[in-house]
């Protein structure tokens, strides 16, 4: 029986793609690891049981990474990271967990020769400096201006190099930021989550960028469906580059503050007081963004704002 393994998987986007795995399969099984429990992993376990094993430990560990892939690892979504706040916080945390463990794991994978389909979720973060063009596209340069986005791009660049050799079939995207969060998390983006999922749980939120910051978006559900779609195109299917970008909107934080508060379910405040050290992490990132790629495979981002609040709110009331 084939399984396959996700990394970062008591994360955000670890349990929601599981979710999905077991949900439209029943023979389905997933092999979950992160660094510890979370409470995210009790919804999943109460529906899903005894098809999820659930493995703590390091990925920086090349000796854990080789345990987790045996010949039966038909799939890999490697979610794990120190995401950008934090990794530019703490050097060597990042370095190992966004830099080491990828290669320990397409190490292991290699080595299980299994050669499984595997999926990385990249970033908007590998784009920046002082010739980023206005609008950004897949052809667009690469020059992260963080430590999460540098290993973003050496994660793809190795994941296409194992492709080519024939050691696993590689698939990248570079995701937006992905909202609305359940909780926060170090990423200099999570403002665009924290906008929608405060007010809306009666909290005031301060918002740490101004008004004017823009960044791509993508909902969690339109989220999940392109990471799956990923995972289950044919071998071959990137043609001669596995990195793609992901699609996305890019409405302004002041934007996102006005549909929060003009769409009659928020119970809270918004106020804004930009923090230098968010500023200068997400100033440098895209803007206007194409994934023209995604859409000819059939990936598509969300309408609108408006439509993210909505499916949220109607995800709350269950
Ligand atoms: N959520 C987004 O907006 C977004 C956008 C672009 C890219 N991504 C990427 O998608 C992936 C998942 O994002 P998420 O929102 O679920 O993040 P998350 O922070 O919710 O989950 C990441 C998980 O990785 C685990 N982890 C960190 N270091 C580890 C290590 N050394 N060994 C084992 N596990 C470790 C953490 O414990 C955490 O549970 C990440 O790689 C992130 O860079 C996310």
Known sequence: MTTTLITGGAGFLGVSVAHRLLSRDPAARVHLT???ESPRLAALRAQHGGRILFTVGDLGDAGFCRSLVD?????VFHFASLVSGGAERDFPAGLRANVHATMHLLEAARLAGSIPRFVFPS???TFGGRDLPRVV????AQHPQNSYGVAKVLGEQLIHDY???GFLHGRSIRLPAIVVRDEPNSAASGYASGLVREPLAGR?????VTPETRLPILSIQRCVDLLVALADLPPGALGDWTAINGPGISPSA???AAAVQGSGLARAAITFA???????IVAAWPKDWRAERAAALGLQADPSIGAIISEYAAGLAG
């Open 137 to 140: 596209d897949d052809a667009t």
């Open 163 to 165: 492709t080519r050799k």
């Open 71 to 75: 010949a039966d690892t038909a799939g």
């Open 34 to 36: 992160d660094l510890a």
């Open 274 to 280: 930009p923090d230098p050290a968010v500023m200068a």
């Open 204 to 208: 005031a939120y301060v918002c740490p």
């Open 123 to 125: 970033s908007i973060a």
């Open 254 to 256: 002041g934007e996102i």
